[in-house]
């Protein structure tokens, strides 16, 4: 279910460019509030406050609360994206230095506050909230699939299949630790450790690179399928 909101042109005239500006404005606001307050607290009153405009100027681009709350997911959760694929055009070119590098990429956003805050309040609500519970799903499936490609380039000689089941124990394991990283928790090694412990962790899942031999079957192998 995908909760409709008010479209927003994009023409490029002063009104619209005014209006995109009230839209952002507003979803920054419901952002903020959302981390602050989670599901339970998350009202188009609380947001229209934070953002310091009219609750009718809120309900002119989003009618509803669960309007303003499918929007505020979907923009931070974009948001989010966005950063990612940003630092994916850093990352090395070496497969294996590619996987590492996002690893530490996920483990360091474990210890960024603002997210745990989000994605504690997400999950509560996707308990109560189908669209949130459907929202959920579709981007963790993305995440999945997208770090299967990670372990696949590195560890060609393992299916597609193996990879999304890989992916899934590790990128289960990586949000897991946020439980860990509330600020002054004692349960946890620290950043630099938790690092190492998570890369070490997923090369003994994924085992060693193959070898030259190991790499001339798998592409054998392929090449018949796909004959």
């Given at each position: 279910?995908?909760?409709?909101?008010?479209?927003?042109?994009?023409?490029?005239?002063?009104?619209?460019?005014?209006?995109?500006?009230?839209?952002?404005?507003?979803?920054?606001?419901?952002?903020?509030?959302?981390?602050?307050?989670?599901?339970?607290?998350?009202?188009?009153?609380?947001?229209?406050?934070?953002?310091?405009?009219?609750?009718?100027?809120?309900?002119?681009?989003?009618?509803?609360?669960?309007?303003?709350?499918?929007?505020?997911?979907e923009h931070v959760l974009s948001e989010f994206?966005?950063?990612?694929?940003?630092?994916?055009?850093?990352?090395?070119?070496?497969?294996?230095?590619?996987?590492?590098?996002?690893?530490?990429?996920?483990?360091?956003?474990?210890?960024?506050?603002?997210?745990?805050?989000?994605?504690?309040?997400?999950?509560?609500?996707?308990?109560?909230?189908?669209?949130?519970?459907?929202?959920?799903?579709?981007?963790?499936?993305?995440h999945q699939r997208r770090f299967a490609m990670?372990?696949?380039?590195?560890?060609?000689?393992?299916?597609?299949?193996?990879?999304?089941?890989?992916?899934?124990?590790?990128?289960?394991?990586?949000?897991?630790?946020?439980?860990?990283?509330?600020?002054?928790?004692?349960?946890?090694?620290?950043?630099?450790?938790?690092?190492?412990?998570?890369?070490?962790?997923?090369?003994?899942?994924?085992?060693?690179?193959?070898?030259?031999?190991?790499?001339?079957?798998?592409?054998?192998?392929?090449?018949?399928?796909?004959?």
């Amino acid at each position: 279910m995908r909760a409709k909101t008010k479209k927003v042109s994009r023409n490029g005239s002063p009104e619209s460019a005014a209006s995109d500006r009230g839209a952002d404005r507003i979803l920054r606001a419901a952002r903020r509030v959302f981390v602050d307050t989670g599901g339970v607290g998350f009202s188009a009153r609380g947001v229209a406050k934070e953002a310091g405009v009219s609750l009718g100027a809120v309900q002119h681009f989003f009618r509803t609360k669960d309007e303003l709350l499918a929007a505020t997911l979907e923009h931070v959760l974009s948001e989010f994206r966005r950063e990612y694929d940003r630092l994916h055009e850093q990352l090395p070119f070496s497969a294996e230095a590619r996987l590492l590098a996002a690893i530490d990429v996920l483990v360091e956003d474990l210890w960024q506050q603002e997210s745990r805050k989000f994605f504690f309040g997400f999950y509560a609500l996707s308990g109560h909230n189908e669209f949130a519970q459907n929202l959920m799903n579709t981007t963790f499936a993305h995440h999945q699939r997208r770090f299967a490609m990670y372990l696949q380039a590195a560890r060609p000689h393992l299916t597609e299949q193996q990879c999304l089941d890989l992916s899934l124990q590790i990128t289960a394991m990586i949000d897991g630790l946020m439980i860990y990283t509330a600020p002054g928790s004692k349960a946890i090694t620290p950043r630099a450790r938790l690092t190492e412990l998570v890369r070490d962790t997923v090369l003994r899942l994924i085992g060693p690179a193959p070898t030259a031999e190991t790499r001339a079957k798998t592409s054998e192998r392929r090449s018949s399928v796909n004959a």
